[in-house]
Nanobody, 119 residues
Framework: QVQLVESGGGLVQPGGSLRLSCAVS????????MGWYRQAPGKQRDVVAT???????TSVDSVKGRFTISRDNSKNTVYLQMNSLKPEDTAVYYC?????????????WGQGTQVTVSS
């Protein structure tokens, strides 16, 4: 059974920084994409950034230059370093593993961690 546990959220002032972590336990294949998503109140859940098992990164324009996604394959952990935070970054942040196994793709989600950017 695959489980994802996020940590690192909290309250931060505008311009501040936070680092989110997502530890993946259980068996996942070496072919996977790890990603961070966020959902603000009343809005849909949107992708923030992804990184595949080869290290290829994608991110949305609104976080480019401010957020950095990385992964440690030895620890099955994905990180999101968030700098220069803005109030509009306030949301629940979720990590996801998109995992290829048995000829198909399977998605696993964490429980979410709240990030609030406010003075």
């Amino acid at each position: 059974q695959v489980q994802l546990v996020e940590s690192g959220g909290g309250l931060v002032q505008p311009g501040g920084s936070l680092r989110l972590s997502c530890a993946v336990s259980g068996s996942i294949s070496t072919i996977n994409v790890m990603g961070w998503y966020r959902q603000a109140p009343g809005k849909q859940r949107d992708v923030v950034a992804t990184i595949d098992s080869g290290g290829t990164i994608t991110s949305v324009d609104s976080v480019k230059g401010r957020f950095t996604i990385s992964r440690d394959n030895s620890k099955n952990t994905v990180y999101l370093q968030m700098n220069s935070l803005k109030p509009e970054d306030t949301a629940v942040y979720y990590c996801k593993v998109h995992n290829f196994r048995g000829g198909g793709w399977w998605d696993y989600w964490g429980q979410g961690t709240q990030v609030t950017v406010s003075s």
